[in-house]
């Protein structure tokens, strides 16, 4: 997630000017994967000023307006998805997910009162809205957090963006969920209500960022802020995760490196054992991973613009078995998210303004940081919206959060 106010007036006089040329993406030619268009199946959004019961939030950030939206808010607004989970354990169809923001402002010092939870979801894409039937409360009633968190004297002690800035997220084969965290960064465990199980592990490796609670005074942290576990996949048989850095590590001289990690869910522990894939560019974020079978992971690769100056927000396919003798493996390209081709006209007609859409639909969105294969070909992806900072799809409006499902043919 990035802070939600930080685009510099030339950035979005340059994104508006750009806007104006087209409403579909400069280069209108869709790119195929096994002989056929990666397409346009559905698409649905939550508006972005949906707040959601709960205390009243925002209370640390400018009270500057953004994108026609002024803090605090009244309740707690979804600022977009960082991951998403079918609701139902082995549920392939999509219909009903549940879906976590991140910390919430993009930061421990304004996201206070921000809490944490992940929401039940239902796309409708006949309609193109989307049902919120209900959340679960990340919180820590039993004191696993051996470190003071902004709700420590509450009964419940709700966890809140203060605390963790929580991004990627699985379920084991006990139906337990797990949490990739970039504060720390931390694995942590919580049951299916959300209940906090164990402290929050940390990398074995001693890797940490400016953010976490472990960090020794004057000790130079190993990790930039915001560049913990965004991504983080599962095996198939819920016993293993693959959590990734977004992000390099400071001492990292190859600065496309990410690295993958291991971890038993059964020993409650790193294996050890890492993997390195690469982006495609020095800045260039993992932004989210999924296992589509064995150790064949389909991942997301994003740069940080949006709008028409978005260029990098694709879904690409490693297969770990196949690394080299270093640990490398190379990826495959299958999907680009600015170029989906849309024949049943699913996103027309354009809204005033609209970037993106028309026969050759974008997903322009700064921070796409969900994926999720479904059955067959299908994958679901949805945004971050860092509310309400981003305006990807219509210049000076803050974005919607939208979903979509899209076919990559071949994908399995």
């Known amino acids: ?110 996201s206070a009162d921000f809490l944490l939870r992940a929401y039940y979801v239902e796309p409708d894409y006949r309609h193109g809205d989307v049902k919120i039937d209900g959340f679960v409360s990340f919180r820590d009633p039993d004191h696993r957090v051996p470190f003071d968190i902004v709700n420590k004297d509450t009964k419940d002690r709700l966890l809140t963006g203060a605390d963790f800035d929580i991004e990627s997220l699985q379920r084991d084969a006990h139906g337990n969920l797990w949490i990739g965290d ?35 005074a004057g000790e130079t942290p190993s990790l930039a802020a915001s560049n913990g576990f965004e991504a983080m996949a599962i095996s198939t048989d819920g016993k293993t995760l693959y959590p990734i850095l977004e992000g390099p590590k400071v001492a990292d001289t190859d600065r496309t490196r990410r690295v993958v990690y291991e971890f038993s869910v059964r020993k409650n522990k790193y294996t050890g054992r890492t993997w390195t894939i690469n982006v495609g560019a020095v800045g260039q974020l993992v932004a989210d991973a999924q296992v589509l079978d064995g150790r064949r992971i389909a991942w997301l690769e994003r740069d940080n613009f949006e709008g ?13 078995d196949t690394a080299d003798k270093s640990g490398v493996v190379k990826s495959t390209t299958v999907a680009d998210l600015l170029k989906i081709a849309d024949p049943k006209g699913i996103s027309s007609p354009a809204r005033e303004g609209e970037f993106g859409v028309g026969p050759t639909f974008a997903f322009p969105f700064q921070s796409v940081e969900t994926i999720l294969p479904l059955r067959g070909d299908k994958v679901f992806v949805t945004n971050d919206n860092n509310f309400p900072g981003n305006d990807g799809r219509i210049t000076g409006k803050a974005d919607d959060i939208e979903l979509i499902e899209i076919s990559i043919p071949g994908l399995r």
């Open 308 to 320: 028409a100056e978005a260029k990098v927000k694709q879904i690409h396919v490693a297969d770990l």
């Open 182 to 216: 970039e504060f720390g960064p931390y694995l942590i465990k919580v049951d299916k209500t959300g209940k906090v199980l164990q402290a929050p592990i940390p990398l074995a490796d001693g890797t940490k960022s400016p953010q976490s609670p472990d960090l020794k």
């Open 1 to 110: 997630m990035q802070p939600w106010y930080r685009f510099s007036s030339l950035a979005l006089l340059v994104g508006t000017a750009l806007a104006t040329l087209s409403a579909a993406p400069a280069t209108a030619a869709v790119p195929t994967h096994a002989g056929a268009a990666v397409t346009l199946l559905g698409r649905a959004s939550i508006p972005a000023t949906d707040y959601q019961p709960g205390p009243d939030s925002g209370a640390a950030l400018d009270k500057t307006t953004v994108n026609g939206v002024t803090p605090p808010f009244k309740g707690q607004p979804i600022p977009g998805f960082s991951a998403a989970i079918t609701a139902t354990a082995g549920d392939k169809s999509g219909r009903r997910l549940l879906a976590m923001p991140d910390n919430g402002f993009g930061a421990k010092n304004n």
